[in-house]
C-alpha cells in the first residue's frame, strides 16, 4: 500500500512542492480560489484534492513507498471530467523515467485506456542526459505505433504493428477517491513486442514482463 501525499512534484528541478503551492496551481488549472483557503488552514490540500476529484476538476498526488522516502514512487494528475490521468513513475535518482497517459475508453462505460507510454533511457545512473526516448501508441483497436528517439545517434525511428495485439490489459477503472493502487501499478500486461536493451538481465525468474521495471525494481 503506497502512502499518498496531494502535493505536486517538479520533475525538473526533483523537489516536492506545498500544499500551498500545490493548491495555487490547481487553482490555475481550475479557475477556483482554494490557495487562500489552504494558507489560513481551513483546508488541506488532500481537502481540496477530494472536492476536485468530485467534481472531475484536475488535482494532482505522490506515492511513496515508504514516509521517509526522498522521492516518491510516481506522481500522478488527474482531471476526471476529461477522463484524463497520467502516472509518471521516478527511479531512485528521482528522475521520470516513464509516463502511462490514460484517456477515455470508447468501448468501456465510464473506463479510461491507456493510450500512450513514454520511455525514458539515461546515458548514466544519475545524470540527467538521456540517451534514447520511446513512445508507444495504443489503439483499443489492438494496433501499436512506435518511435524512437535516438538522442545519442541523433537519428529517429519508427514501428508500426502489422498485427492486432491483446490490448486488454490496457483498461482501467475510474479510481474512486483515495483508492488508486491500480491506476497507479507499474507492471501491466502491455502488447509490446519490442523491448529496448536496457540491460534487465539480472536472472531473476520473478522479474515481471514489463520491460519497464527499473534495475532496483524488488528492493523497496
Request: proline fraction near 4%.
Amino acid at each position: 500500500m503506497k502512502l499518498i501525499k496531494y502535493i505536486n512534484y517538479w520533475n525538473v528541478n526533483k523537489k516536492i512542492s506545498t500544499e500551498k503551492a500545490t493548491v495555487g496551481k490547481w487553482d490555475l488549472w481550475n479557475g477556483t480560489k482554494q490557495k487562500k483557503k489552504v494558507e489560513n488552514g481551513e483546508l488541506t490540500s488532500e481537502d481540496v484534492a477530494r472536492e476536485n476529484h468530485n467534481k472531475g476538476l484536475g488535482y494532482e498526488f505522490c506515492a511513496f513507498n515508504e514516509q521517509s522516502d526522498q522521492y516518491p514512487f510516481c506522481y500522478a494528475n488527474l482531471v476526471l471530467k476529461n477522463s484524463h490521468a497520467g502516472v509518471e513513475f521516478l527511479d531512485f535518482a528521482g528522475r521520470k523515467y516513464l509516463n502511462y497517459l490514460f484517456g477515455k475508453s470508447s468501448i468501456k462505460t465510464e473506463g479510461l485506456f491507456l493510450r500512450e507510454v513514454w520511455y525514458y533511457h539515461f546515458t548514466s545512473e544519475h545524470g540527467g542526459n538521456e540517451e534514447y526516448r520511446l513512445h508507444f501508441v495504443f489503439d483499443e483497436e489492438g494496433n501499436v505505433n512506435y518511435r524512437k528517439y535516438d538522442e545519442k545517434n541523433q537519428k529517429i525511428e519508427d514501428y508500426e504493428s502489422n498485427r492486432k495485439f491483446d490490448i486488454s490489459g490496457l483498461y482501467e477503472s475510474y479510481p474512486s477517491f483515495g483508492d488508486y493502487e491500480s491506476l497507479i501499478r507499474l507492471d501491466r500486461d502491455l502488447p509490446i513486442d519490442i523491448f529496448p536493451n536496457d540491460d534487465h538481465t539480472d536472472g531473476n525468474p520473478n522479474r515481471p514482463k514489463n520491460p519497464w521495471l527499473p534495475i532496483d525494481w524488488n528492493k523497496n
